[in-house]
T-cell receptor, first 112, second 115 residues
Framework: QKEVEQDPGPLSVPEGAIVSLNCTYS??????FMWYRQYSRKGPELLMY????GNKEDGRFTAQVDKSSKYISLFIRDSQPSDSATYLC????????????FGQGTRLTINP | NAGVTQTPKFRVLKTGQSMTLLCAQD?????MYWYRQDPGMGLRLIHY???????AKGEVPDGYNVSRLKKQNFLLGLESAAPSQTSVYFC??????????????FGPGTRLTVL
């Protein structure tokens, strides 16, 4: 079993829909949780960062962490075609060296 | 400000050949990382460095070596390439403090095929 599990999709939704992306993990020592966005043939870029449990909102994006369930989510409101990309969850136990463990990535397409 | 650059962008090797991938960053970052990305596997950490002259193993280090002789450069070497090393390789860097402390900045990737 992988340490971090993420449904690879692909996921296709119409423009304007609310998108929910999820990851589960098995290592209870993870404390730092990130979502990276990766456009085709590009390197990943950080989208959201959260520490421990709770919610964090940034514009149309909301990240949720439920450490009791070992479950994290990324919500995208009012989705746009420009949101079409692969979304990768990532997490680490300590912040010093930040050795990230990534999920498999979910490929998302927003249809106009 | 070029950010993180990777050389080369593409490469085809034959089994047993060696090569070095170069990562360079101009942001004065302390931390640097090498990942590989394979279909259905996400990114996996190969090696990383917490500063000039230091290297450490990540999740999948076998078959790779690294060096960080200069702060701005992080080299990934394949001594004897194998088909299992066919992948897209990403380098990343990260500062040791400041507002971007939690963020790894990724390069554009190197697509390597081993025949």
């Amino acid at each position: 079993q992988k340490e971090v599990e993420q449904d690879p999709g692909p996921l296709s939704v119409p423009e304007g829909a609310i998108v929910s992306l999820n990851c589960t993990y098995s290592n209870s020592a993870f404390q730092y949780f990130m979502w990276y966005r990766q456009y085709s043939r590009k390197g990943p870029e950080l989208l959201m960062y959260t520490y421990s449990s709770g919610n964090k909102e940034d514009g149309r994006f909301t990240a949720q962490v439920d450490k009791s369930s070992k479950y994290i989510s990324l919500f995208i409101r009012d989705s746009q075609p420009s949101d079409s990309a692969t979304y990768l969850c990532a997490m680490s136990t300590i912040q010093g060296a930040q050795k990230l463990v990534f999920g498999q990535g979910t490929r998302l397409t927003i249809n106009p | 400000n070029a950010g993180v650059t990777q050389t080369p962008k593409f490469r085809v090797l034959k089994t047993g050949q060696s090569m070095t991938l170069l990562c360079a960053q101009d942001m004065n970052h302390e931390y640097m990382y090498w990942y590989r990305q394979d279909p259905g596997m996400g990114l996996r950490l190969i090696h990383y460095s917490v500063g000039e002259g230091t290297t450490a193993k990540g999740e999948v280090p076998d078959g790779y070596n690294v060096s960080r002789l200069k702060k701005q450069n992080f080299l990934l070497g394949l001594e004897s390439a194998a088909p299992s090393q066919t992948s897209v390789y990403f380098c990343a860097s990260r500062p040791s403090g400041g507002p971007s402390y939690n963020e790894q900045f990724f390069g554009p990737g190197t697509r390597l095929t081993v025949l």
